[in-house]
């Protein structure tokens, strides 16, 4: 069966007239008897009685209509959605973000979403070397984490994230004196499997301050590090984006250094085509306001 004849069954029955119905749909007379004729031949019924008054449909046709109607009303909306998807105004995009995005993506994505509501977007934490992994796979279309992107990964830079280190705000801290006042308090330490980025970037920082760090206790989360803090437990170092999550028991402290802070952006894989993460990109980049 053709879906134009079904489209032009549901025509003709709703114009009643052959030569109105011919012109809606753009198509000779003939060309519309056709159709209906082949449509008849398909279903093994005559579907109008022609009349000077017109085209009346007959008992098959009145029983038929509906579901031709539903069929052509089910196609058209199909129809343009794959119009939408095309351009990339509807569809679907897994977005990974890490703590240093906390408030960043779902920002980002509230106002997008308010621009493109047919995007589903699905939005996971996931530790950064994941986020790369997915993009490579396609299982993920954007991450917002830590730059540089590995190529054939490309990333666009949108804010700056460094190290702190977060203690019970109860203890005395003399930031002239940073180390020397930790000597006494335990070391809360991230799993470095759970963080391997944010892992190396501890490491890089404390050697360069020639400092080596007894770990007393690890925690999975950057949540459950601030619980440990919040209870006096010790101190850790973080992002600093992770102010935004801390409670009033949590004090941060600067740490100077040339590796006490890093980009953080937006990162896809170039070589997967997508259209709404294409129109994701775009809109990012006309409304990101670079944070030093």
């Not at 199909?78 to 105004?89: D, F, P």
């Not at 703590?99 to 699905?122: C, G, N, T």
């Amino acid at each position: 069966m053709d879906f134009g004849d079904l489209r032009t069954f549901c025509q003709l029955a709703e114009d009643g007239n052959y030569r109105v119905a011919s012109e809606h749909l753009h198509i000779t007379q003939s060309a519309l008897t056709k159709k209906i004729q082949r449509l008849e031949a398909f279903c093994g019924v005559v579907l109008f009685e022609r009349g000077r008054q017109g085209a009346s449909l007959t008992a098959a046709g009145v029983a038929l209509l509906p579901e031709a109607q539903r069929i052509v009303s089910n196609f058209e909306s199909y129809r343009s959605l794959t119009q939408r998807v095309a351009k990339g105004t509807a569809g679907n995009l897994n977005i990974g973000f890490g703590i240093s995005s906390y408030h960043l993506a779902p920002s980002y994505i509230a106002k997008f979403k308010k621009k493109y509501p047919e995007i589903h977007i699905s939005l996971n934490d996931i530790p950064s070397q994941n986020q790369s992994e997915a993009l490579l796979s396609g299982e993920l279309q954007l991450s917002f984490s830590r730059l540089p992107a590995i190529t054939p990964l490309k990333g666009m830079r949108l804010s700056r994230d460094y190290l702190v280190i977060a203690t019970h705000n109860s203890q005395i801290i003399d930031k002239n004196k940073l180390w020397y006042s930790l000597d006494s308090i335990d070391y809360l330490q991230l799993n470095p499997e759970r963080g391997m980025g944010l892992s190396q970037q501890i490491n890089m920082l404390l050697g360069e301050h020639e400092k080596k760090l007894n770990v007393a206790q690890e925690a999975d989360d950057i949540q459950t590090l601030l619980a440990l803090v919040s209870a006096n437990l010790g101190f850790t170092i973080v992002p600093a984006s992770v102010k935004n999550i801390a409670n009033e028991h949590v004090a941060f402290w600067e740490i100077s250094g040339e590796n006490s802070s890093w980009d953080v952006g937006l990162i896809w894989n170039e070589q997967l085509e997508n259209l709404a993460r294409d129109n994701f990109i775009q809109f990012v980049e006309q409304n990101r306001a670079l944070r030093p």
